[in-house]
């Protein structure tokens, strides 16, 4: 595809249940972020993925969050058992390569009522 | 530990008034760095970005940046600015020129029409 894609755009969840947040870099692209923003908040960062190396998952607020990149494309983020703080837009970015800029997809709004 | 430091959060202006929102990063080595900006409602998107060469870089919509490297700064600046320039702006550095970004903090802009 031409940019970013995530799907669901809009994801209302009942506190408690698990969701997962897809993203589709662009073809080719080595690099794969997950960032969290929430209302009036900047940037933060969750995870990291860069090829085949491992990924940097410092940023991951607490062990109900996990995520993988299959075939080093497609990345799923998963959230257990979510809670009323899990609710942000949760956004992807793949880079090209090394010291290039990031391409961001339009996120997903989580909600979790 | 690196970081960059965007030292305005708000920033409102009236239409045609000229201005600079301020980026300094801490980080010793080469680094290539950017600016995005998110309008109400829409995904994050490249406003400019440095590499190397002339210090002073122009982006779309009339915006620039200068790299003052003794300064580890990149100031964005717009002589005048619009209604529609209303939007968040966030400042990001990658030392090193490897994959990892280190994001600002985001200012937000409000154009007083």
């Known amino acids: 595809g031409a940019g970013v894609s995530q799907s669901p755009s809009n994801k209302v969840t009942e506190k408690g249940k698990d969701v997962e947040l897809r993203c589709d870099p662009i073809?080719?692209?080595?690099?794969l972020y997950w960032y969290r923003q929430s209302l009036g908040q900047g940037l933060e960062f969750l995870i990291y993925f860069q090829g085949n190396s491992a990924p940097d998952k410092s940023g991951l607020p607490s062990d109900r969050f996990s995520a993988e990149r299959t075939g080093g494309s497609v990345s799923t983020l998963t959230i257990q058992r979510t809670q009323q703080e899990d609710s942000a837009v949760y956004l992807c970015a793949s880079i090209p390569r090394r010291g290039s800029e990031a391409f961001f997809g339009q996120g997903t709004r989580l909600t979790v009522v | 530990a690196q970081s960059v430091s965007q030292h305005n959060h708000h920033v409102i202006l009236s239409e045609a008034a000229s201005l600079e929102l301020g980026c300094n990063y801490s980080?010793?080595?080469?680094?290539?760095l950017f600016w995005y900006v998110q309008y109400p409602g829409q995904h994050l998107q490249l406003l400019l970005k440095?590499?190397?060469?002339d210090p002073l870089v122009k982006g779309i919509k009339g915006f620039e940046a200068e790299f003052i490297k003794s300064k580890f700064s990149f100031n964005l600046r717009k002589p005048s600015v619009q209604w529609s320039d209303t939007a968040e702006y966030f400042c990001a550095v990658t030392p090193g020129r490897n994959y990892q970004l280190i994001w600002g903090a985001g200012t937000k802009l409000i154009i007083k029409p």
């Open positions: 980080y010793g080595g080469t680094v290539n």
């Open positions: 440095y590499f190397s060469g």
């Open positions: 073809s080719g692209h080595t690099a």
